[in-house]
């Protein structure tokens, strides 16, 4: 099982971006969806989880306000819309999948289940 994770890229301080998570291998909406990142030199932290049923979702502070956390049934896919980046956002960004469908907000420090590859974030002007 495998998630793939893409919109990563570069832009400049105050820009948006959205990234992607599709799961090519199962259903996503039945499963717990979270974003996770990795800066340079940092431990892993988690962004942002979405529940399956009733799609509550959960924030780290400190992206509370700028990032939203999404999913789109039909398409299998969640998204992290990302606004009013900030350098200290720069991270790989990695989403996660759990069977727990409602394991958010512990899911934003817990090993989920499934994971894909990360996409990299560069905040830079």
């Known amino acids: 099982v495998q998630l793939q994770a893409s919109g990563g890229g570069l832009v400049q301080p105050g820009g948006s971006l959205t990234l992607s998570c599709t799961a090519p291998n199962f259903i996503l909406h039945y499963h717990a969806t979270a974003w996770y990142r990795r800066a340079p030199g940092k431990e892993r932290e988690g962004v942002s989880c979405i529940n399956s049923g009733d799609k509550s979702t959960y924030y780290a502070d400190s992206v509370k306000g700028r990032f939203t956390i999404s999913r789109d049934n039909e398409k299998n896919t969640a998204y992290l819309q990302m606004n009013s980046l900030k350098p200290e956002d720069t991270a790989v960004y990695y989403c996660?999948?759990?069977?727990?469908?409602?394991?958010?907000?512990?899911?934003?420090?817990?090993?989920?289940?499934?994971w894909g590859k990360g996409t990299l974030v560069t905040v830079s002007s």
């Open positions: 996660a999948a759990d069977r727990d469908g409602s394991i958010c907000p512990r899911g934003l420090n817990y090993n989920m289940d499934y």
